[in-house]
């Protein structure tokens, strides 16, 4: 695109063949994300609603689509309002040379590549305090 991507945020998480990353938005803006996964398959959800009480007023969710991500593939969307989730994982469908790599009991490593965060609210707001406070000066009145 157009804009310069600045990375703020590069984290790993690690996942037992047990685990079920539950259904979630990351934040209330919009933050986008790449994740690169290795080790085993999992079942990947993307736009499921969330159901969460009260409800993010940034959580984006629709026809909910199922990705089966593998060993190598990478993800790139809006994780702060688009709901997400791992259903589960598919334990034994990792490459051969994951077993020698992997810490014990892990399954899958996640790599998550996060731009930094930009408020759009926080934007939005303050680009209109700075027109009115201009408005305020071009009429002769101060607040």
Known sequence: GSKELKLDEVFVNYYRPDVKLLNHTDGDNVLFSMTVALGDDCEFVIGEPTNRK??????????????????????????????????????????????GAKVPNGSRCVIVFREKEESFYKTKIQRERNCAGKQQRKSGWAV
Do not use: C, Y
Not at 61 to 83: P, Q, W, Y
């Open 54 to 99: 009260p409800a993010r007023l940034s959580e984006r969710n629709g026809e909910s689509r199922t990705i089966m991500m593998k060993s190598g593939d990478a993800v790139f969307f809006d994780g702060e309002s688009v709901a997400h989730q791992v259903k589960r994982m598919l334990p034994g469908t990792a490459p051969v040379w994951w077993e």
